[in-house]
């Protein structure tokens, strides 16, 4: 959120969005150390990410200020889905899980089996397992 008044970082995504940004190898872009996290542990990349951007979550996990000025940008939905769920899981109280119920219609032949349209995400869409924890709003 802090880069959003940013604008040397606006003109950064535009370069990179337009192909005028310099590569250095197999068409990666060379980040800023200030773009970078570093991860001093032990812990998972993901897990070093998670703690950067919601530190101290077990003590602000119920304060809305707090919440809304953080946000984790990723390129794919599986991403955020792996990311959402590992944060989730970092929330002080427990989880429920919900399950979807998929079926297509008009689907006599059955060629769109249930498992399949379980690993399907579309965007605006929850996937098939939703891990929700009571404080997520």
Same mark, same amino acid.
């Given at each position: 959120m802090r880069e &959003? #008044? $940013?604008? *040397?970082f606006s003109e950064f995504l535009l370069r990179i969005g337009n192909g005028e940004e310099p590569i250095i190898k197999d068409d990666l872009v060379l980040l800023s150390k200030r773009s970078v996290i570093e991860n001093k *542990? $032990? *812990?998972t990349s993901e897990d070093a990410l998670l703690d950067q951007i919601f530190p101290s979550l077990d003590k602000n996990a119920t304060c809305v200020?707090? @919440?809304t000025e953080r946000a #984790?940008?990723?390129s794919r939905n599986e991403y955020f889905d792996q990311l !959402?769920? @590992?944060l989730i899981f970092k929330f002080p109280d427990e *989880? &429920? @899980?919900f399950l979807s119920f998929d079926s297509a219609e008009d689907d006599t032949n059955n060629y769109y089996q249930e498992y399949y349209l379980n690993t399907l995400?579309? !965007?605006g869409v929850p996937p098939h397992r939703y891990d929700f924890d009571y404080l997520v709003i």
């Open positions: &959003r #008044i $940013n604008p *040397s *542990s $032990n *812990s200020k707090y @919440m #984790i940008l990723a !959402n769920e @590992m *989880s &429920r @899980m995400t579309p !965007n």
